[in-house]
């Protein structure tokens, strides 16, 4: 069986690269044959399982032509589906093909442009209880749940003498350091509510802390932080990673250095298909304050390992699904809480190390890989119904 996984490249290390890396090289190392069409795999790839875009930088050329020229029989796609640059996508699986879909269920319920695209999927992988449980609420099946996972050797709780070295390094010695890291895209992250939640905290509290942001404060489509934190006045509290680049990124022993060097993790996010930085965080032993929805939600009560804050209210997205906007009373008064308690802090950590134990890359490839068995042997029935050969 020729597979094709078309997504962010393996090369970037965003989540979404992330997950693409572990993925295909991970399905390889079992003995598939599996290629990887990534959306920033530019020119000429050393690895011939790479394949190189073509014209468009939405990939819907060089999917045509490399779904013929290999003869591709299953399809894994990891994209935002309800970006209008991915619309050709349904359109362009070919009806003896199986498609692999997995999906982004961040808002209550599943948004209805989503379900339609979703509909047409032989099987839709599903990162969380939260995402599996909309999708199946919605009437939509053949659901698979299977979840991210963590370098768990890497993600590690560092000792304290190390911890302090690498505040000391960032210029962030005898400072409390609270981390954000995500994207600054629009205002999926709710990063405006987190700078109000932590000027309250600062008000509050005269804390000796700091607000590290691990993103780009001033991206285009995004919201400009250094002016907001102006705004606030809280710039000299709030700090960015130098020269963040979210392609280039920093590599997996820089990350679990950065959140080893803070002392909680925080995320005001206004949803959340799985939040594979909230699983780092937890596995390198960092308490998290997270808004109270969606994945998060999952995350932090199942671990014990962090606090959640209830939303203020929610808001109906331009794709009919709610999505909520964290109170940020409650948000300050949380991290309040954990700035106060070292022995909350402490505790929570070992939960959130412990109960990451359980993500490891290895238990999802082979969850991957038992998926990838199974469309493999499957019986060659037609659906008429849904107009393919079905699974």
């Known amino acids: 069986m020729n597979i094709l996984f078309f997504g962010a ?14 993925v295909v090289t991970g399905l390889r190392a079992k003995g598939f044959n599996i290629y990887e069409l990534g959306l920033q795999n530019r020119g000429l790839q050393r690895e011939k399982w790479r394949l190189p875009l073509i014209a468009s930088p939405y990939g819907e050329d060089a999917f045509d032509y490399y779904v013929k020229k290999l003869d591709i029989d299953c399809i894994i796609t990891l994209v935002d589906n309800w970006m209008p640059q991915f619309s050709w996508i349904p359109k362009s699986i070919i009806k003896d093909k199986t498609w692999v879909c997995h999906t982004i269920v ?18 839709l992988v599903a990162p969380s ?21 963590v370098n768990l050797d890497t993600f590690r709780p ?11 390094k960032a210029g962030y010695k005898g400072k409390f350091v609270f981390l954000y890291v995500g994207t600054n895209k629009g205002f999926q992250k709710g990063i405006s509510e987190l700078l109000y939640a932590f000027k309250l905290f600062l008000v509050n509290s005269k804390a000796n802390a700091i607000l590290h942001l691990h993103c780009n404060p001033t991206a285009s489509d995004g919201i400009n932080l250094e002016l907001m934190a102006q ?15 979210r392609d280039a990124g920093f590599n997996e022993k820089q990350m679990a250095e950065l959140y080893n060097m803070a002392d909680v993790f925080v995320t005001a996010s206004r949803g959340e298909s799985f939040c594979l930085p909230v699983l780092e965080a937890m596995s390198c032993g960092i308490p998290v304050v997270a808004t109270d929805c969606t994945a998060l939600t999952e995350l932090v009560q199942e671990s014990g390992a962090g606090l959640l804050a209830k939303p203020a209210c929610r808001w109906v997205t331009p794709l009919i699904a709610d999505k909520v906007i964290v109170d940020e009373l409650e948000f300050a008064e ?27 890359w290895k238990r999802s490839i082979d969850a991957w890989a038992e998926l990838m068995k199974r469309i493999e042997n499957r019986p060659l029935v037609v659906d008429y119904a849904h107009g393919r050969l079905g699974i």
């Open 9 to 22: 490249s393996s090369n970037i290390t965003s989540a979404f690269g992330k997950i693409a890396y572990n």
């Open 106 to 123: 961040n808002t209550v319920p599943v948004p209805p442009k989503l379900a339609t695209i979703y509909r047409e999927a032989d099987v």
């Open 129 to 149: 209880k939260f995402s599996e449980k909309q999708l199946l609420d919605y009437g939509l099946k053949k659901v698979v749940r299977i979840p991210h996972g």
């Open 158 to 168: 560092f000792p304290e003498k190390k911890k302090s070295e690498l505040k000391k």
């Open 231 to 245: 705004r606030l006045g809280i710039a000299d509290k709030v700090f960015y990673t130098e020269g963040f680049n």
């Open 334 to 360: 949380c991290l309040g809480r954990l700035y106060n308690s070292l022995e909350m802090r402490k505790e929570m950590g070992e939960k959130g190390r412990k109960y990451a134990l359980q993500f490891s």
